[in-house]
T-cell receptor
């Protein structure tokens, strides 16, 4: 069975600073990888996804993520954080060959942005 | 992207009563819908997967007789929490995937906050 680890429960950055949120996964084959963002009391919005091909994936809101098979990682990055990026971020993995919606989520990383 | 609507957004019910949550795909046919549960300050845990016209597949540890899932049409799935108890209080989120939704991701509803008193 697949699993996802987000080592950082809470990250605080200053507005305008760069951001990297870590995600490590465990899965025997090539996984489907996702990053979602959740504002308090809201559903999830997809930031980006990786299925195959180019390992550097561009998403919405200026986010990108890089799939590194050798490190089993899919870290999320943004060069300059905006105050509106404050939210909780979830990395998720789906098993290839299954529905794209059957996901295993990491524990989430809460992002706080200081002005 | 495709739109998934969940209703109600929040509900408070008395212990022992049942609550029904609806999940609708508004602009695509959802051949598969998923129900997740999220306890406070925790991650999302998949409860069950439902395919239109078929019985739902429940994850290990999820009581199928307590959490009744119906997916009778390509645009609607319902989750009924039967004989709810305070420990069922949680945030329930559905997602849907299928033809017309690009079939490369599942789209999430806005979630339902259930409080059992």
């Amino acid at each position: 069975a697949q699993s996802v680890t987000q080592p950082d429960i809470h990250i605080t950055v200053s507005e305008g600073a760069s951001l990297e949120l870590r995600c490590n996964y465990s899965y025997g084959a090539t996984p489907y990888l996702f990053w979602y963002v959740q504002s308090p009391g809201q559903g999830l919005q997809l930031l980006l996804k990786y299925f195959s091909g180019d390992t550097l994936v561009q998403g919405i809101k200026g986010f990108e993520a890089e799939f590194k098979r050798s490190q089993s990682s899919f870290n999320l990055r943004k060069p300059s954080v905006h105050w509106s990026d404050a939210a909780e971020y979830f990395c998720a993995v789906g098993a290839s060959g299954t529905s794209y919606g059957k996901l295993t989520f990491g524990q989430g990383t809460i992002l706080t942005v200081h002005p | 992207g495709a739109v998934v609507s969940q209703h109600p957004s929040w509900v408070i019910c008395k212990s022992g009563t049942s609550v029904k949550i609806e999940c609708r795909s508004l602009d695509f046919q959802a051949t598969t819908m998923f129900w997740y549960r999220q306890f406070p300050k925790q991650s999302l845990m998949l409860m069950a997967t439902s395919n239109e016209g078929s019985k739902a597949t429940y994850e290990q540890g999820v009581e199928k007789d307590k959490f009744l899932i119906n997916h009778a049409s390509l645009t609607l799935s319902t989750l009924t929490v039967t004989s709810a108890h305070p420990e069922d209080s949680s945030f329930y989120i559905c997602s849907a995937s299928g033809a017309g939704g690009g079939n490369t991701e599942a789209f999430f509803g806005q979630g339902t906050r259930l409080t059992v008193v």
